[in-house]
């Protein structure tokens, strides 16, 4: 068993000697130090003093080992709600972005109402002609019977019977 006697050695066993990433190492070693104020306020409110380098040396030595397993568990649990929130607020951000940049852009499509009207009355007027066209023949064919009898009999003369 570990026996520390300071600070320093918290931040040695928390921080140099560790190959946990950076920030989890520092509030693993934070989350120690606060634990050590939170004790040092309360000698204080019981004993009317601060507590001497004596006594918080004393401290560090009753800690076992498993103080520095809390305090990692810790770090570990404040990192990932700290990231959470920190995700919630990105994708909310972006989701107005989106928001923001589908809204712009219909706005600016309606901002060309001239040409686009312009176009597609121009496109009207087009399909109105041929749909017109198309009757004009559809009915020129109905009307005028073309079958090939009657332009048969169009072409040749009437044959005439001789009588006996």
């Keep these: 068993m570990a026996k520390y ?10 921080v140099e000697n560790s190959n946990e990433n950076w920030l989890y190492r520092l509030v693993a070693f934070a989350l120690v130090e606060e634990q050590r104020i939170e004790w040092m306020k309360h000698f204080e409110i019981h004993n009317g ?7 918080i040396k004393s401290w560090y030595e009753q ?6 397993l809390r305090a990692k568990g810790e770090a570990e649990s404040a990192l990932q709600r700290f990231s959470g929130d920190v995700l919630e607020v990105a994708n909310e ?72």
């Design 49 to 55: 003093r601060m507590p001497n380098n004596e006594e």
């Design 63 to 68: 800690q076992p080992e498993s103080v520095l």
């Design 93 to 164: 951000d972006i989701r107005k972005e989106i928001e923001e940049g589908i809204v712009v852009r219909e706005i600016k499509k309606l901002g060309n109402f001239g040409p686009q009207f312009l176009v597609n009355l121009a496109g009207g007027f087009c399909s109105a002609l041929l749909f017109a066209a198309f009757l004009i023949i559809m009915a020129y064919f109905v009307l005028n019977d073309t079958s090939p009898v009657e332009i048969g009999k169009k072409l040749k003369p009437p044959i005439e019977e001789k009588k006996q």
């Design 5 to 14: 006697s300071g600070s320093a050695d918290i931040y040695r066993e928390l």
